[in-house]
Every structure is written in structure tokens, then in C-alpha cells.
């Protein structure tokens, strides 16, 4: 219990006021963690590279958190347990439950299996054009969700030149549709073809 409270302080102090329930709500994970580690079961953790990039704040604390369970508990925490700590302080930062950050993160990680799919590529994690990918999905979805309108001059010139691309944008926007009933833009979109247009010429020249 007091490792947890530790753990929420420290988030506190570097991110400001959490939401309370993650008092209980964390506290109660890291517990069933334990126990789980003391009975050998193995904690996968599928968002783990998605949770570095999207949250990069809360998982530097996730690892300070494993340092602090180490030294006070003497239990080594595995580095996909500190994503899910991650999870925990972001959905607390964000006022939101941890299922809907989890479902959020999860959608990412689809959207890029789809890109890499359609591409026929396989984009190593540790890659920036995983990163800038990531990133550039995130701040598309998070325009869509609250309405923000963008105005895209290119628009035509994109589904001319780089018709492929497009079209795989609209891909996209029909899975994101699918998953959280927002509606597409098509200006956004043409920002999102130029993106994976360079993702698909990066692929080409290698």
C-alpha cells in the first residue's frame, strides 16, 4: 500500500494533480502484480512499445516505480508491468478510465498493423518512422474526436500524386469510424497520405 502511495506522489509532484481513484485502483494492480510474479506467471503486455511513445512521461515514472517496488518490496518488476503502471498515471492524468486508455492504445496498434500490412512492410519499433507514425495517428484521432477542424490546401494535388497513399488513409479512417464512430475529414486525411507516402518512398528506397 505505501509503495503505491509513493509511486502516486511522485507522479503527482512531476505531473500535477492525479485523479483519486488511482489510489486504489493502483495500488490494488501493483498487489495483484506481485502475486503474480511470486507464482512465476509471466506478464505480457502487447501496447508495451505503443505505451513508450504515447505516454512517454508516465513511463519514465512506471520506471521509477519498479525502482521503488525493488527497494522497498525487493520484487523486480518486469518492463511490460511498468507499462501498465504508465497506463494507470495516464488514465488518472487524463481523468479517464484505465479501459479507455487501454482501448485508445489498443486502436493505435491496430492502425499500424494495418499500414504495415497494406505496405508490406514491418516497422521496427525502435525506428522514428515508428515514432513520428504513432504520434502522427494520435494528434489525427485526437483532431477527430474533439471536432477540430483543419484545412488542407494540397487536398487534390495528394489524391493525384499520391493515390495510394490516400487511399490507405481512408483505410484508416473507416477502421477509427469503426472503433469510435467519429467522422472523417478528408483534409486530415490528406495530411495522414502525405505521411505515408514518405513511410511507403522510405520503403522504396531500401
Known sequence: LGTGEEIIAKAE????????????????????????LKEGMVISNPFLEEIKILYHEE??????????????????????EVGFI???????????KVSETVKYTSLIKQLIEIVEED?????????????????????????????????NPLLQRIKEEF??????????AVFIEEKTNVVRSEDELGYLALHLQRLKESKDNK
Open 13 to 36: 509532484k512531476e505531473l500535477g494533480e492525479l485523479d483519486p481513484h488511482i489510489h486504489i485502483a493502483l495500488t490494488d494492480h501493483i498487489a495483484f502484480t506481485i502475486d503474480r
Open 59 to 80: 513511463y519514465k515514472l512506471g520506471i521509477k516505480g519498479a525502482v521503488l517496488i525493488k527497494e522497498r518490496l525487493n520484487v523486480d518488476i518486469p518492463e511490460t
Open 86 to 96: 504508465a497506463l494507470h498515471i495516464h488514465a488518472a492524468r487524463t481523468n479517464k
Open 119 to 151: 505496405l508490406q512492410l514491418e516497422i521496427d519499433p525502435i525506428d522514428l518512422n515508428y515514432n513520428r507514425l504513432v504520434n502522427h495517428l494520435r494528434c489525427s484521432i485526437d483532431r477527430l474526436v474533439n471536432n477540430k477542424v483543419v484545412s
Open 163 to 172: 493515390g495510394e497513399a490516400f487511399e490507405l488513409a481512408e483505410k484508416l
